[in-house]
């Protein structure tokens, strides 16, 4: 009863077995008609079976010592990966793990040394790029996904990561998901990673967003609305438009297609326009010039298309336990007692996201204005890019002022490992993460909202 690709990997034994042989038969026919972006991309990327050639692979420490074994396993000793050069390896999620209490207490930070040497063991064998920690062994030189956005990802491309928040690069125009250990292995082995022909879902955003409303605002609505509540989105492409979009930079539309991931999508994605060319210039120094077929036809088949007035959107919040449990701040009627303040992480831990964090804390330094003494505000930077940014603007200073703690790269306390984690039930979080499912960033309760308003 399985379908063919299925069958044939179980009858291997398995998707690496299966891999091992060729990937590059007669590819899959396009689709006919009108087609969207997402169906264009992948169309130039099929290979034969329900396979995609990737431009780009990337890895990150909590699984790199997996597909190493996987490899050895079904491979042997002496294999060799596709197009090395176009793999890039991370080391972001844990290293803040000496201040994690989490991973202090359970005695953790052994094992977490052990994933390290594996993860640069596996660099060193294979000759791999590679973005480890900063200097000083604390924090890390980026976020993964963040920094695929800032340096490699291109319109066009078709990119895979292991991490669920891979669809960040969509903002740039390219098709980018995440995977697990296993397709990774074999995307490491052949170059290919399996890809079905998953709808796509409009998201038309029109008007302008009121000011002091941000992309994490529109995407915590999104997320709140009955129908993606009740699985709309689950393994559906978002594609995101309007002109609402159009007129956010690439930070913000990464936010967006970061968070595909809560709302149930395999990816998100936006078509690339002069915003997008204007980052390239500016972040990598590139030239690029669009081609004309890097956009959705008129007439491309929708699965559905959901219209949102962005003019009625107002900043939101979700409560503890899921981020779609999302409201609009001005009806929470009475505001809960926060312990620690947390702006960071890939979505929110961008050059723009910390503009929104200064615009508020600028503020407030001006009046004389501190943090309130019982809440702690910790500020993270994505990237060291985006670290050299605040400095150049001279934002540190407002920070400082106000008595924000600011950290290096790394995921941190999103992934319940640094500064910025509860340590007891009894706290509040309010925080700019993605999700705040029970136990994300530590034992105490997790609101989410945009950096504004964690400001």
Not at 191 to 220: F, H, N, Q, T, Y
Not at 319 to 343: C, E, W
Not at 370 to 390: E, M, S
Request: proline share 7%; with cysteine.
């Amino acid at each position: 009863g399985r379908d063919p690709q299925a069958a044939a990997i179980l009858r291997a034994g398995g998707l690496l077995p299966y891999g091992l042989g060729p990937v590059d038969g007669p590819e899959d026919p396009p689709r006919d008609g009108p087609r969207t972006l997402f169906d264009k991309i992948v169309d130039r990327h099929r290979l034969r079976n329900g396979f995609v050639r990737a431009d780009l692979r990337f890895i990150h420490e909590y699984y790199t010592g997996m597909c190493a074994h996987l490899l050895a396993r079904h491979a042997g000793a002496h294999y060799r990966l596709q197009d090395p050069q176009h793999i890039v390896c991370f080391e972001d999620h844990l290293s803040y793990v000496r201040q994690s209490p989490a991973h202090v207490a359970r005695g953790l930070v052994p094992a977490v040394q052990r994933l390290s040497q594996a993860h640069r063991a596996f660099v060193a064998r294979h000759g791999l790029t590679d973005h480890g920690y900063a200097p000083g062994g604390e924090g890390s030189q980026g976020i993964s996904h963040a920094m695929v956005a800032e340096r490699y990802a291109l319109p066009g491309q078709l990119v895979v990561g292991t991490d669920s928040h891979t669809p960040h690069s969509g903002a740039l125009g390219c098709v980018a998901f995440g995977v697990g250990s296993t397709e990774m292995a074999n995307a490491f082995l052949t170059g290919a990673v399996r890809m079905g022909r998953p709808e796509v879902l409009r998201i038309e955003v029109d008007g302008s967003l009121p000011a002091g409303v941000a992309a994490k605002d529109l995407a915590l609505h999104l997320l709140a609305l009955p129908a993606i509540r009740a699985g709309a989105g689950v393994g559906r492409v978002f594609e995101f438009a309007g002109s609402a979009v159009r007129a956010l930079g690439i930070d913000e539309r990464a936010t967006l297609t970061n968070m595909t991931a809560e709302l149930g999508g395999l990816t998100g994605i936006v078509e690339p326009d002069a915003v997008t060319v204007d980052f390239l210039r500016q972040r990598r120094g590139l030239v690029f010039e669009l081609q004309p077929w890097m956009r959705s036809d008129p007439g491309a088949p929708y699965a559905d298309t959901v219209h949102v007035d962005a003019t009625r959107l107002s900043p939101m919040v979700a409560r503890p336990g899921d981020p779609g449990l999302g409201l609009p701040l001005s009806t929470l009627v009475q505001r809960p007692r926060i312990d620690i303040a947390y702006g960071g992480s890939c979505t929110a831990g961008k050059r723009e996201d910390f503009e929104q964090y200064h615009a508020v804390l600028d503020w407030a330094a001006r009046r004389g204005l501190r943090v309130a003494p019982h809440v702690r505000l910790y500020l993270q930077f994505g990237t060291q890019d985006v670290a050299a940014h605040c400095t150049r603007e001279g934002w540190l200073e407002a920070f400082a002022a106000v008595g924000a703690q600011l950290l290096r790269p790394a995921c941190g306390a999103c992934a319940n490992c640094g500064p910025g984690s509860s340590t007891s039930s009894a706290q509040v979080t309010v925080s700019a993460i993605n999700r705040n499912f029970p136990g994300r960033s530590g034992p105490g309760a997790v609101w989410l909202s945009s950096p504004a308003t964690v400001a």
